[in-house]
């Protein structure tokens, strides 16, 4: 998986080595947009569940997460963590 156009190394993964895993390591929520707003959350995914990772998309700036079904979540480092 590659996404192109600048991001934050510090703050976001490098897509080309994302692995099909990522574990959460805050509680966070899952979208149904991949611009994130309170009215379009979907579902809390709390500490420590493994999700799988479809694909990356963009919303402007930031890369998102697709882990399926339309539902979206953030590619931060602070709230996830690649897992093998």
């Not at 192109?4 to 149904?32: A, H, Q, R």
């Not at 009215?39 to 569940?49: F, L, M």
């Amino acid at each position: 998986m590659k996404i192109t156009g600048n991001y934050n190394k510090k703050y976001y993964y490098e897509f080309d080595k994302l692995t099909p895993k990522v574990k959460v390591v805050k509680n966070i929520y899952s979208y149904k947009s991949r611009h994130f707003t309170k009215k379009n959350r979907v579902k809390k995914i709390k500490k420590g569940t493994l999700v799988r990772v479809k694909s990356i998309v963009r919303s402007g700036k930031v890369a998102r997460i697709n882990i399926g079904n339309g539902h979206f979540i953030t590619s931060s480092k602070d709230f996830i963590k690649m897992f093998k």
